[in-house]
């Protein structure tokens, strides 16, 4: 190849990556490892082909900058947490969707399962909740409050328990993405079947207006957690299933720090959501406009971070 037409052919990939170094631009560091890699491959070129000439000068030049940048060592930034969570998970999140969809859509699968079921027979919500939880629910109904279930226990004691059990579910979730994602979407299943036959249970006491309100409080962000948790599987999964390029080895290990990042993003949110069954759940005389407007909130929350944001921050790096 002519050195004009090399130079031509990899200009943009070039300028891209002094930005980069600059600062003048942000991209996700997969894509900066990516990066990185085909520059020296380019000055390894440039080497053989065009030896003592301006272009190998000038890819010896960004290479050796990156290097440093990128090897040197040297005390975290004070902002990295922030940072983390303002730039560089969502601009790798962004490339997750379609596992998220996946999740999602399983999950919501078998929700409409677990109502079917519990609708075709009546011993099903039984086995799915336990016969414990049937029959306090029925003796809560009957004493007037139904929704008694969330003040059994002091609000301290509830957040710190519901907290640590939600983020027990969420490993799970991640963790079985090891089984090829087919432990993923177990987890999937079994807590879409467990809420499909719960909001039938209250639909049939005809109470599903006053236990959605409720449970939805803290629940629209847990619930969207434990999906995006089986993103984070789903990712683990698939980097045993498809390799690609890399080894067996190096795709898990590849795959498990991308799904452990997005593990990772989630523990503000079930703390958000932890505090929330623990200290507000619980009062459910507050007046439905109120409890629409956080359930609201909650949802446009988790949207923004995990969709909208990601792809915002992609589409204004990539300008």
Do not use: C
Request: proline letters at 3%; zero cysteines; glycine letters at 6%.
């Amino acid at each position: 190849m002519r050195e004009a037409s090399f130079i031509k052919k990899n200009k943009k990939k070039w300028l891209l990556f002094e930005d980069v170094l600059e600062k003048k631009t942000t991209i996700s560091p997969n894509k900066l490892s990516d990066l990185y890699i085909e520059i020296t491959e380019d000055l390894s070129y440039a080497k053989t082909f065009y030896p003592k000439s301006n272009t190998e000068a000038y890819l010896n030049s960004i290479a050796a900058k990156s290097h440093l940048k990128i090897y040197k060592t040297k005390k975290e930034s004070k902002n990295r947490l922030i940072s983390f969570f303002k730039t560089e998970f969502p601009l790798e999140f962004a490339n997750y969707h379609k596992p998220l969809f996946i999740a999602f859509s399983t999950f919501v699968f078998f929700v409409i399962i677990g109502a079917y079921s519990a609708s075709q027979d009546a011993s099903f919500v039984r086995l799915i909740l336990g016969d414990n939880y049937v029959n306090m629910t029925l003796s809560n109904i009957e004493k007037g409050d139904p929704m008694a279930v969330y003040k059994s226990m002091g609000e301290t004691t509830a957040f710190l328990v519901i907290t640590i059990n939600n983020i027990k579910v969420a490993m799970m979730a991640f963790v079985f993405g090891m089984l090829f994602s087919i432990g993923t979407l177990f987890i999937m299943m079994r807590n879409g079947i467990m809420l499909g036959s719960f909001a039938y249970f209250f639909y049939e006491k005809g109470l599903l207006w006053e236990s959605s309100r409720t449970i939805w409080l803290h629940g629209t962000i847990e619930i969207s957690v434990i999906i995006i948790a089986g993103s984070a599987g789903l990712v683990l999964g698939n980097g045993l299933l498809f390799p690609k390029t890399y080894t067996r080895l190096d795709s898990f290990k590849k795959s498990f720090k991308a799904g452990l990042k997005i593990m990772v993003s989630t523990i503000p949110f079930f703390i958000i959501a932890g505090f929330m069954e623990g200290f507000v759940t619980r009062h459910n005389e507050m007046p439905d406009f109120l409890a629409i407007l956080i359930i609201a909130l909650s949802l446009l929350l988790i949207v923004y971070y995990y969709i909208l944001y990601p792809i915002k921050l992609t589409k204004q790096t990539t300008k």
